[in-house]
Structures are given as structure tokens and as C-alpha cells.
């Protein structure tokens, strides 16, 4: 699981950490810094799956461009950025550090500095022993290669003693290159392995309801805007899909005024390879009727869009979705953060969620307190922070005088964020 993600000269923030539990919620006002945080993870979602670096933030053909594009992908004057995170190993006591360092023009993005960090716990130990598994050098700046250093199994320890060299191209992330040394030791390959597939897990979620009401084709992987559902729910196997829709149907019952019996999918059309979404409603004691996604609401269709994303993704996976309870009634807040925390835990997926909504930060209640992180902008210097709601000084007394959705609303979160940081 990624635990960790640190921002440095990404966008709007200077130096600032994010930490990731099963299930985070980013809070803050407009313009704090929400938006540009999760880009920082879909940027590292695209680059590891072999995207080119300046493609990534500028787009492409089959791409949009980040928020901003490459212009504003550095915080103003810096021509550079660096992303650095923790992520767990496959083995109980390590875990592994990466760190990511571009350069950026308006034509180019390129590694400045890669490195990859093997990180072992002891029994009982917190400080770990630190082994490097692969780091660059810049040496020719002109040069479309950059020197790579890593372990070998051999006994030499190679130029400059920091391991063998491979010059690798910087215009990609010298993990996805990996596979091309041939000589590496065994722990570079399983840890660069292991750091992209935390990577490819992370899925930037923003279902839009209207893309969702038509037909769509079979899939075997949700869109980004939850367009294709129905082409993935009837995509699984006939087992696995009456699986998913069992559990589709008993997280979305509670949802509407009317009682939702089934939800389900189905193939139409000739041939059978488009999809629709349907649901059968109605009230207690009264007759039901079938409707199908053009008839749902948007709440509904976001929730569904939700729980889906959790049903199908792969276990390990990090689920990211942009103000989460978008279209939700404030009386269903409870509802959304109970699904959240239970099926994120049953299906081992992670989930990072920002809202504006205090109601749902009341239905997340004192118990998330630890998991709440608050973005919020330096009056004097304009950049973004990030800081955990624990670690408020004041916090004691601001949940004296009121619930986390009252404070949230009421701004007084960010004023004391203002007094601990002397403004």
C-alpha cells in the first residue's frame, strides 16, 4: 500500500506530506490545494504505466492534460519538482522508499534524479537499515540518457562504487525500465516491481452521472468518469457477477426514499455486446417497476459508480475520488462513510476522498479524527500545506464547542491552523 506521498515544488505546495490510511478524508476550503494534491498521484498513476513524463502533465492524443498543463506544474519561479513516497513491501518488515525529481520546460519533462530505496525493520525495531537499490547521476545534461546506478549480484561495486551503470532515457520513469537490466540483483527487480504496482493501483475516480445513463460496451476495466459501468458489471462472469450485484444491491437499499429490491445489468442490442443498468423500486406493500440508468438520479448513479469501483478493483489498490458525496443527500452522509470504511476494509483497497460537505464530516464522527487532513494556504507565502486534524494544537477546545462539520463550516479549522502557524 502507498502510506506516504511528500510534494515538493508540485504545483501550489512547497514542502508538504500526505499520509495515507485505509481511508483518508482531504478536507479545506477553494483553492487550498485538494485538487492539486490528488494530480500528483495521477501523474504517478500514468507515468507508471510506461506514459512519457511530459505527456503525462501536458496530455496527448488519449490523454488530458493535468490541471494546468505543464506551465503551471511547478510552484512559480521553479522549473522543478520531486515526488517522494513510502510504500509497503511485499514482506511484513520492509517497506520502500522512491524518489522521483523532474525538469520541466515548455517542451520537455525530464528525470533529474530517480532513487530507489530498500527499507528493513527489525523485530520490534522502528528505525530501519537502508540499503539503495538503483540511483541516477546527471552527468550530460544534453545527453537524452542518464546514467543509472544498482545493485548487482556480483562482488564489484562498479564506477565510483554505487553500483553498475546503465544509461537509461529520462524522458520515462527509469523504474518501467528496469526489466532491461539484465544483471540487477534480484531485490532492484522485486522493488521496482513492487513500487509500480502500488503505482498502476491508483485509480483517480470521477464518476459523472450523465456519462453514465446510456449504453455502453463490455469492459473489463471501470473509466475514470464511470461511463461504462454497465459493460463491466455484465462483463464478469456469471458468478462473479451475481456476486457483485448481491452487494451492489444491499449497499444501495438504504439509498433512496423507495426501497431498491435488485440492481442489476444486462446485455442488449443484437449481438449482445452493450450493456445496460437497471434497478426494480418501489414501496413497501406496493407494486415495483423497473427503471434503468437514464431513470436513476445522480446521487444514486455516483453511489453505485462508488461502490462499483470498490467491487472491481484490485485488493491493494488505491481508490482516489474527488468530493465524494457530489449529488448525496446530507441525510446519507452516514450511509456513504460506513460503505467506504466497511468494503474498502472487506476488499483490502484503500480510499482517499476530499468533500466540502460538513455532514459528512459529522458521519465520520471523533473516530477519524486521526485520518482527516486538512489543506490549507500560507497567508504570507501563498503555498499549500497539508496537516493532519490531530495535529492542531488547538483541537481540543475547537471539539469542545462543536462537531467537525460546525468547525468545518464555520471556518474555524483553518483560523486555527492560522494561530499554530503564527498568522
Same mark, same amino acid.
Given at each position: 500500500?502507498?502510506k ?5 515544488n508540485?504545483?501550489?505546495f =512547497?514542502?508538504a506530506t500526505?499520509?495515507?490510511?485505509p481511508?483518508?478524508i482531504?478536507?479545506?476550503?477553494n483553492?487550498?490545494?485538494?485538487s492539486?494534491a490528488l494530480d500528483?498521484?495521477l501523474?504517478l498513476?500514468?507515468v507508471s ?5 511530459f505527456s ?14 505543464i506551465e503551471?506544474v511547478c ?6 519538482f ?14 520502500y ?9 515548455a517542451t ?5 534524479e530517480e532513487e530507489l530505496?530498500?527499507?528493513q ?7 530501519a537499515?537502508?540499503m539503495?537499490? *538503483?540511483?541516477t547521476?546527471?552527468?550530460?545534461a ?6 543509472t ?11 565510483k562504487?554505487?553500483g553498475?551503470r ?5 524522458t +520515462?520513469?527509469?523504474?518501467t525500465?528496469t ?6 540483483n534480484?531485490e532492484?527487480q522485486r ?14 475516480f470521477d464518476?459523472i452521472p450523465?456519462h453514465?445513463r446510456d449504453?455502453?460496451p463490455?469492459?473489463d476495466?471501470?473509466?475514470t468518469?464511470?461511463?461504462?459501468? &454497465?459493460?463491466v *458489471?455484465?462483463g464478469?462472469? =456469471?458468478?462473479?457477477k451475481l456476486v ?5 444491491t444491499?449497499?444501495l437499499k438504504a439509498?433512496?426514499?423507495?426501497d ?10 443484437k449481438?449482445?455486446?452493450? &450493456?445496460?443498468?437497471?434497478?426494480e423500486e418501489g ?6 417497476h ?5 431513470g436513476?438520479s445522480?446521487?444514486t448513479?455516483r453511489?453505485v459508480?462508488?461502490v462499483?469501483?470498490?467491487?472491481t ?5 488505491? *481508490? ?12 446519507r452522509?452516514?450511509?456513504l462513510?460506513s460503505?467506504l470504511q466497511t *468494503?474498502g476494509?472487506?476488499?483490502?483497497i484503500?480510499v ?5 460537505n460538513?455532514?459528512l464530516?459529522?458521519?465520520a464522527?471523533?473516530?477519524m479524527?486521526p485520518?482527516?487532513?486538512v ?9 499549500s500545506g497539508?496537516?493532519?486534524l490531530?495535529?492542531i494544537? +488547538?483541537?481540543?477546545k475547537?471539539?469542545a464547542?462543536?462537531?467537525l462539520?460546525t468547525?468545518?463550516?464555520?471556518g474555524?479549522?483553518e ?9
Amino acid at each position: 500500500m502507498l502510506k506516504e506521498l511528500r510534494l515538493r515544488n508540485w504545483k501550489s505546495f =512547497a514542502d508538504a506530506t500526505l499520509y495515507i490510511d485505509p481511508l483518508t478524508i482531504l478536507i479545506g476550503s477553494n483553492a487550498s490545494g485538494k485538487s492539486n494534491a490528488l494530480d500528483a498521484l495521477l501523474f504517478l498513476s500514468r507515468v507508471s504505466r510506461g506514459v512519457s513524463l511530459f505527456s503525462a502533465i501536458a496530455g496527448d492524443l488519449n490523454l488530458p492534460a493535468l490541471r494546468g498543463g505543464i506551465e503551471w506544474v511547478c510552484r512559480k519561479p521553479e522549473k522543478r519538482f520531486s515526488l517522494t513516497l513510502v510504500v509497503s513491501g511485499e514482506r511484513e518488515n520492509e517497506e520502500y522508499r522512491y524518489h522521483l525529481g523532474i525538469q520541466v520546460n515548455a517542451t520537455k519533462a525530464e528525470v533529474q534524479e530517480e532513487e530507489l530505496i530498500w527499507l528493513q525493520y527489525g523485530p520490534g525495531s522502528q528505525t530501519a537499515k537502508e540499503m539503495s537499490l *538503483l540511483q541516477t547521476r546527471i552527468e550530460e545534461a544534453s545527453s537524452p540518457a542518464i546514467p543509472t546506478y544498482y545493485r548487482t549480484d556480483t562482488q564489484g561495486t562498479g564506477a565510483k562504487g554505487w553500483g553498475q551503470r546503465a544509461d537509461l532515457a529520462r524522458t +520515462q520513469l527509469i523504474l518501467t525500465q528496469t526489466e532491461t537490466i539484465h544483471n540487477a540483483n534480484r531485490e532492484v527487480q522485486r522493488g521496482a516491481q513492487q513500487v509500480l504496482r502500488q503505482l498502476q493501483g491508483i485509480f483517480v475516480f470521477d464518476p459523472i452521472p450523465s456519462h453514465m445513463r446510456d449504453y455502453s460496451p463490455l469492459a473489463d476495466k471501470l473509466s475514470t468518469d464511470g461511463s461504462n459501468i &454497465a459493460g463491466v *458489471l455484465a462483463g464478469l462472469d =456469471a458468478e462473479r457477477k451475481l456476486v457483485v450485484e448481491a452487494a451492489l444491491t444491499q449497499y444501495l437499499k438504504a439509498l433512496p426514499e423507495r426501497d431498491i429490491k435488485r440492481i442489476w445489468t444486462e446485455l442488449v442490442g443484437k449481438f449482445g455486446t452493450d &450493456a445496460m443498468l437497471y434497478c426494480e423500486e418501489g414501496w413497501d406493500g406496493q407494486p415495483t417497476h423497473e427503471v434503468d440508468a437514464r431513470g436513476m438520479s445522480d446521487g444514486t448513479l455516483r453511489y453505485v459508480a462508488i461502490v462499483t469501483a470498490l467491487l472491481t478493483r484490485e485488493p491493494g489498490s488505491l *481508490l482516489v475520488i474527488e468530493e465524494v458525496d457530489n449529488g448525496l443527500h446530507p441525510s446519507r452522509a452516514h450511509l456513504l462513510v460506513s460503505m467506504l470504511q466497511t *468494503l474498502g476494509k472487506e476488499r483490502g483497497i484503500d480510499v482517499l476522498a476530499t468533500t466540502h460537505n460538513p455532514a459528512l464530516l459529522d458521519a465520520a464522527g471523533l473516530a477519524m479524527v486521526p485520518f482527516i487532513t486538512v489543506a490549507h494556504r500560507d497567508d504570507t507565502t501563498g503555498f499549500s500545506g497539508l496537516t493532519p486534524l490531530e495535529e492542531i494544537e +488547538q483541537l481540543p477546545k475547537l471539539i469542545a464547542g462543536g462537531s467537525l462539520g460546525t468547525l468545518s463550516s464555520k471556518g474555524r479549522i483553518e483560523a486555527a491552523l492560522k494561530q499554530d502557524h503564527g498568522q
